[in-house]
């Protein structure tokens, strides 16, 4: 058993959920894909657009797995550090570690829930002094994602988000969105805490 996988503290009589696991591995693979799809987006913008090639029949199928992809990594990156956020301040955190998955997809919660979450599992490493950073991360996917369905659909009455505004804002989420990754990740002990093996 390596030392990321030890049971902590009060957690160690609830069970294997509660072991603290290293999240810089699932961190990398997520920074990674999301950087790719940042890339993806600027070549998008430079190659033209709704006629870039890259949105073509052949790569509409690329981008929408790489997405996915992100999606994934993020989420499985995300749910390790709220596991590990309740072994650091066990008991103190208003939503479950399920929660960490189950809010994306919450109706109208996913507007904030995941938010909320995201600063309890930064708050859990140490005072929050980058809270601006998550809100600003927030802010811009908020504008990637739901708001700017909302914006094609009920303003401009069309589909088409291969335009730079739309790419453009991508690259702003995925930069932040690295960010937030790198600060949440080092704000979590890579080693032995001071409280383990205590019951």
């Given at each position: 058993m390596d030392r990321y996988n030890m049971l902590v503290g009060p957690a160690a009589i609830r069970g294997p959920r509660y072991r603290f696991r290293n999240p810089a591995g699932p961190a990398v693979v997520a920074q990674s894909l999301i950087a790719t799809s940042a890339l993806a987006d600027i070549g998008i913008i430079v190659s033209g657009g709704s006629d870039s090639p890259w949105v073509g029949d052949d790569g509409l199928p690329l981008l929408g797995l790489l997405q996915i992809a992100c999606w994934i990594s993020f989420l499985v990156w995300f749910h390790r550090c709220r596991c590990n956020a309740e072994v650091l301040v066990p008991g103190t955190h208003k939503y479950a570690p399920g929660f960490a998955v189950g809010a994306w997809a919450i109706p109208l919660a996913m507007w904030w829930l995941p938010r909320r979450i995201t600063l309890d599992i930064r708050r859990a490493g140490g005072p929050p002094v980058d809270v601006w950073l998550?809100?600003?991360w927030w802010f811009v996917w908020l504008?990637?994602?739901?708001?700017?369905?909302?914006?094609?659909l009920l303003l401009l009455h069309q589909t088409d988000y291969h335009n730079p505004v739309d790419h453009?804002?991508?690259?702003?989420?995925?930069?932040?969105?690295i960010a937030v990754i790198r600060r949440v990740t080092a704000g979590q002990p890579a080693g032995p805490l001071p409280y383990f093996n205590m019951t």
């Amino acid at each position: 058993m390596d030392r990321y996988n030890m049971l902590v503290g009060p957690a160690a009589i609830r069970g294997p959920r509660y072991r603290f696991r290293n999240p810089a591995g699932p961190a990398v693979v997520a920074q990674s894909l999301i950087a790719t799809s940042a890339l993806a987006d600027i070549g998008i913008i430079v190659s033209g657009g709704s006629d870039s090639p890259w949105v073509g029949d052949d790569g509409l199928p690329l981008l929408g797995l790489l997405q996915i992809a992100c999606w994934i990594s993020f989420l499985v990156w995300f749910h390790r550090c709220r596991c590990n956020a309740e072994v650091l301040v066990p008991g103190t955190h208003k939503y479950a570690p399920g929660f960490a998955v189950g809010a994306w997809a919450i109706p109208l919660a996913m507007w904030w829930l995941p938010r909320r979450i995201t600063l309890d599992i930064r708050r859990a490493g140490g005072p929050p002094v980058d809270v601006w950073l998550i809100n600003a991360w927030w802010f811009v996917w908020l504008c990637d994602g739901p708001l700017s369905v909302a914006v094609h659909l009920l303003l401009l009455h069309q589909t088409d988000y291969h335009n730079p505004v739309d790419h453009g804002i991508g690259v702003v989420s995925s930069v932040l969105a690295i960010a937030v990754i790198r600060r949440v990740t080092a704000g979590q002990p890579a080693g032995p805490l001071p409280y383990f093996n205590m019951t």
